[in-house]
């Protein structure tokens, strides 16, 4: 490793943009995050698609991308009432 670096043209913050979001520091309770961490994790995605998916649907936009979990659910009620 070097002994000295050249940072002079580096720049803080994320290295790729995502268009469309804005990063921000909220405060949760501690059981809600916990919450989230364990279900993001049994699902196999992030606790912060998690809780974004959550709010959204709490405004009533619940345009969420479609997730395996969702697709198996939807699923299993389509051939539900299909043998019904």
Known sequence: MR???DFSKGKRGAVIPSPGKTRITI???NDVLDTFRERAEAAGTGYQTMINDA???A????????TV???REVLRQ???QAAA
């Open 3 to 5: 002994k000295e670096y």
């Open 27 to 29: 405060m949760l309770d």
């Open 55 to 57: 709010l959204r649907a």
């Open 59 to 66: 405004m009533g936009k619940d345009d969420a991308p479609l």
């Open 69 to 71: 979990r969702k697709l």
């Open 78 to 80: 389509e051939l539900k």
